[in-house]
């Protein structure tokens, strides 16, 4: 049972990553696209986990977390760019 | 026992890939970005959360092995989404992207417009 349900689940997943690359591709704006790529990177990282039962490994929940951790700085990084134009703003010299 | 956690490792895992699934069909049917943040930030968080639940059970209920990474990962999930959402949202509204047409009330914008006026800004 449990074994039909995580194929069905990998198809899925699959598919709504294909769904959101359609909005990544067509976004009209930049932080479209941003939203879209963080929403991608989540769907990887539940894949990766589906991909650890089937595969009865342990080895891969390390990358769950670096993935999430990875994910959020990237979406951080996008913000300070979109607000202000630079990542890492220098000090003031006024 | 194992029809139990069968049970419950089944329910999390459905109920996480309808919440993501979910998701995809939000982020290709709203009209704007703002509501497009919102689907995105607020049930991937959730269908992530479910998900990760349910591989955690898998792993303790199933083969005796309790692993703590997965905990760490869907409390960081839990802070980490909702702020990027947030945050995202609000300095595209800074940027000057306008909301959908259709939006009733819209009170960030006098309150920007103040804070422009009072530090000086253009």
Not at chain 1, 5 to 15: D, G, H, M
Not at chain 1, 27 to 42: C, E, N, Q, S
Not at chain 2, 103 to 110: A, E, F, I, Q, R
Request: proline fraction near 3%.
């Amino acid at each position: 049972m449990i074994h039909t349900l995580l194929l069905v689940a990998l198809a899925l997943f699959s598919l709504s990553i294909a769904i959101t690359l359609y909005r990544v591709i067509k976004g009209p704006t930049m932080p479209d696209r941003a939203i879209a790529l963080d929403t991608i990177g989540v769907n990887l990282l539940s894949a990766i986990a589906i991909v650890s039962i089937v595969l009865q490994t342990k080895a891969y929940l390390e990358a769950i977390l670096i993935l999430g951790i990875l994910a959020f700085i990237g979406t951080i990084a996008f913000t300070k760019y979109i607000e202000r134009g630079v990542v890492i703003e220098r000090k003031s010299d006024r | 026992m194992t029809i139990l956690a069968n049970i419950l490792i089944v329910f999390f895992i459905s109920v996480g890939v309808l919440f993501i699934v979910v998701t995809a069909i939000g982020l290709i049917r709203f009209p704007d970005l703002y509501t497009r943040a919102h689907a995105a930030s607020k049930s991937a968080t959730l269908g992530v959360m479910c998900i990760l639940i349910g591989v955690f059970l898998y792993f303790w209920l199933i083969e005796g092995h309790f692993n703590p990474r997965i905990l760490l990962g869907v409390l960081f999930l839990f802070i980490t989404g909702p702020v990027g959402g947030h945050i995202m949202s609000r300095s595209s509204y800074i940027a000057g992207i306008k909301p959908w047409k259709g939006t009733v009330k819209d009170d960030l914008g006098p309150e920007i417009e103040r804070m422009k006026k009072e530090q000086g800004i253009k």
